[in-house]
T-cell receptor, first 114, second 114 residues
Framework: EPEVTQTPSHQVTQMGQEVILRCVPISNHLYFYWYRQILGQKVEFLVSFYNNEISEKSEIFDDQFSVERPDGSNFTLKIRSTKLEDSAMYFC????????????FGDGTRLSIL | GDSVTQMEGPVTLSEEACLTINCTYTATGYPSLFWYVQYPGEGLQLLLKATKADDKGSNKGFEATYRKETTSFHLEKGSVQVSDSAVYFCALSDVRGGSEKLVFGKGTKLTVNP
């Protein structure tokens, strides 16, 4: 069964540094998402992306965050200047359509900011 | 905005016990409802879904019925196994309400002992 893959599985970064989290969605999917899960808390929506542009973003997704689909396969989340509170598990998801079809998630990247 | 409230855990059961994890939702539109499961060290996997009132989702012995009158989507299993130990997330999405993002509950950790 096709999978969403995320790299790296764990990223450790100094506060203030830029970090890029990478995702390869399922190949024929068109809608892409990032979510995050701070340890012990709920999974929170960050951003959705369709047709090479952001379709929706949450309050968490401020100017420090950006997303990109640089080629036909990768979908990246960049945090420009990381803060301690950015430490979390970041999940990428994709779906083929947006008519309430389930989203397929990757295994996540654990981001630790020191 | 839309929200999901689910039973706080952790829940600890013996093998073959009955399981119910309560989930209620608030939505302005007509959401689809999902249960996702997260096994230790892994990402979120869709367990089951229901897209309209009175639909029953089922998978791997788990069931949940979309109850519009009580705005609920409780997860049930008649006989749990050790391998069911995981964190369970109730979620909704509401494309007709203008957003395809998933809104998650806080998650319920289930531990099944032999």
């Amino acid at each position: 069964e096709p999978e969403v893959t995320q790299t790296p599985s764990h990223q450790v970064t100094q506060m203030g540094q830029e970090v890029i989290l990478r995702c390869v969605p399922i190949s024929n999917h068109l809608y892409f998402y990032w979510y995050r899960q701070i340890l012990g808390q709920k999974v929170e929506f960050l951003v959705s992306f369709y047709n090479n542009e952001i379709s929706e973003k949450s309050e968490i997704f401020d100017d420090q965050f950006s997303v990109e689909r640089p080629d036909g396969s990768n979908f990246t989340l960049k945090i420009r200047s990381t803060k301690l509170e950015d430490s979390a598990m970041y999940f990428c998801a994709s779906t083929g359509t947006n008519d309430n079809q389930p989203q397929h998630f990757g295994d996540g990247t654990r981001l630790s900011i020191l | 905005g839309d929200s999901v409230t689910q039973m706080e855990g952790p829940v600890t059961l013996s093998e073959e016990a009955c399981l119910t994890i309560n989930c209620t939702y608030t939505a302005t539109g007509y959401p689809s409802l999902f249960w996702y499961v997260q096994y230790p060290g892994e990402g979120l996997q869709l367990l089951l879904k229901a897209t309209k009132a009175d639909d029953k989702g089922s998978n791997k012995g788990f069931e949940a019925t979309y109850r519009k009158e009580t705005t609920s989507f409780h997860l049930e299993k008649g006989s749990v196994q050790v391998s069911d130990s995981a964190v369970y997330f109730c979620a909704l999405s509401d494309v007709r309400g203008g957003s395809e993002k998933l809104v998650f509950g806080k998650g319920t950790k289930l531990t099944v002992n032999p």
